[in-house]
């Protein structure tokens, strides 16, 4: 798949006076606050955890930078030592994939990403004493790695090879863990009709999806419109099956790949009157 397929599909809507185009540009990118905070403008994906072992799990767009969040440790049996000063946690990368940032910024923490991004690692360097008891080390906390998914992964693709390593200041590995990464399906969008414009009962549908995605379209009671698939320059467009009532109403379209999916801006419309017959496909030729 071309990593500039969106702007193939809105250059091609441009050309077919669908959208206009007043600049196109690639993933997004990440900023870190200077405070102490785990948020970021990434976006967010889940983190759960399983007793005490490292979990996590992310669903992240092609061409497309996201957080996935490790969770799940709860702390050292009573005849273990407890974690201190100098332990890391290590996240090795999935197939594909780069660690491009360790947003997580809390007391007594530092973050590093490896040479080309192959892992990242979070150290634990230790606090004051006056803080020592009040701060529990990698307990019930969840660390923050930012990935970067190459633009021609295949939604819903669950990439292989994601580790977590948690390791004493000797090295030690003390628990071990996986993370979850699937590719996701970027938004689709439903160009046509406009919001807020009055429209016929019969308007074609019209929008962009990631190219083969199918694409249903859905009004305000979930009753599909009408649905089709989603060209190779991503450009989708469909009839409706049945007439839409006359009156205020609203719309959504939803894509579907690989069991992954995702859903438009809803928009409001109205249909104006009562809809004329629909003409078969060789009447309309004439």
């Keep these: ?60 767009e092609p061409g497309r930078e996201g957080l996935v969040e490790v969770g799940g440790y709860e702390g050292v049996p009573a005849m273990e030592a407890p974690l201190g000063a100098g332990s890391t946690l290590t996240l090795s990368a999935p197939a594909t994939t780069r660690v491009t940032g360790l947003p997580f910024a809390a007391l007594g923490y530092r973050g590093a990403v490896a040479q080309g991004g192959a892992s990242g690692t979070y150290t634990f360097a230790g606090v004051p004493d006056s803080a020592r008891e009040a701060v529990p080390v990698w307990k019930s906390r969840t660390f923050p790695f930012v990935l970067s998914v190459p633009s021609d992964a295949e939604p819903g693709t669950r990439l292989p090879d994601c580790t977590l390593v948690l390791r004493d200041a000797d090295g030690t590995v003390r628990e071990r863990g996986t993370c979850t990464v699937t590719v996701g399906l970027p938004a689709p969008t439903l160009s ?95």
Aim: hydrophobic share 40%.
């Design 1 to 60: 798949m071309s990593r500039s397929w969106k702007t193939t599909v809105l250059g091609s809507l441009a050309v077919a006076g669908v959208v206009p185009i007043s600049g196109v540009t690639g993933g997004t990118g990440v900023t870190y606050a200077a405070e102490r905070t785990t948020e970021s403008t990434a976006p967010v994906a889940s983190v759960g955890s399983v007793g005490r072992d490292l979990w996590a799990a992310a669903t992240i």
């Design 192 to 286: 046509r009709p406009q919001s807020g414009v009055p429209v016929s009962a019969l308007s074609r549908m019209i929008g962009t999806a990631y190219p083969g995605a199918q694409v249903t379209v859905r009004d305000a009671a979930e009753n599909e419109v009408c649905a089709t698939t989603a060209a190779p320059n991503g450009i989708w467009h469909c009839l409706p099956a049945l007439a839409l009532k006359p009156g205020p109403g609203r719309l959504q379209a939803t894509a579907t790949m690989n069991g992954v999916s995702a859903t438009s801006e809803q928009i409001d419309i109205t249909v104006s009157g009562a809809p004329e017959p629909r003409q078969p496909d060789a009447a309309r030729r004439r």
